[in-house]
């Protein structure tokens, strides 16, 4: 798999009802590491995680993926070239876990046998043998399954990049360390870049190897290691934001 990195170049979203979410972004992404972006509710994360596969689009300035602009490219092609998980992960109730996972694959016409290997080397992955789990059906599964099979199915065709906007928040708290766990080994053996929103501090100290605190406008008030964040916040507002959540001990 290709290790890609992402770049924001002064990038500015306004939406059409004059909102501006994002201000003036610049931000790497490098290939290969997770990027937690944190912040109070309304800041612009989400915008800004959405604007790389262009569900939503950038007002102005460039976004590269892997070094090539994504408004150069086609937005269907692009989005299902990037992998694209949320909380709640919508997988298709009246299709099979396979089915699910084998989604993209399928929109791609890939074939049939290169799918079925796919989906068996997928659920394998995410540790949910497909003899056992494949012909099921998502209320068949428990919460933290139905998020394992949202992780193989984004990872369906080995996507350089991966967005996740808080994956794991519906997730029961006890289930969710032990996913993140999983999810983190997962990451380093493919060697993912990952780009995630969380309102968890401690999933972004568990999952990130660096931390984007963001403020309103999308201005990032500090990026860094999840220790550099937690023993030396930048700022009054990064010191609030990590007070708020008992990520600092007083
Ligand atoms: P966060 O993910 O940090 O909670 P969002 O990116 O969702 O923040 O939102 C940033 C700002 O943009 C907020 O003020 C929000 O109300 C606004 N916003 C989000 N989506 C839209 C939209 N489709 N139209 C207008 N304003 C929006």
Redesign the pocket.
Known sequence: MDHAGITFDHVR?E???G????EDLSLDVAPGEIMC?V????????????MVNRL?EPTSGTITVDGADIMSQDAVQLRRSIGYMIQHVGLFPHRTVAQNVATVPSLLRWDKDRKQRRVEELLDLVGLPHSTYGARYPHELSGGERQRVGVARALAIEPPVLLM?EPFGAVDPQRRRSLQQEFRDLQRQLGLTVMM?T?DIREAVILADRIAV?S?G?AIEQIGTPDEVITSPANDFVEDFLADFGAIAD
């Open positions: 979203k939406y059409p009802d909102t501006v979410a994002v972006l912040g109070p509710s309304g800041c612009g994360k989400s915008t800004t995680l959405r939503v906007d929103v309102h963001f309103e999308g």
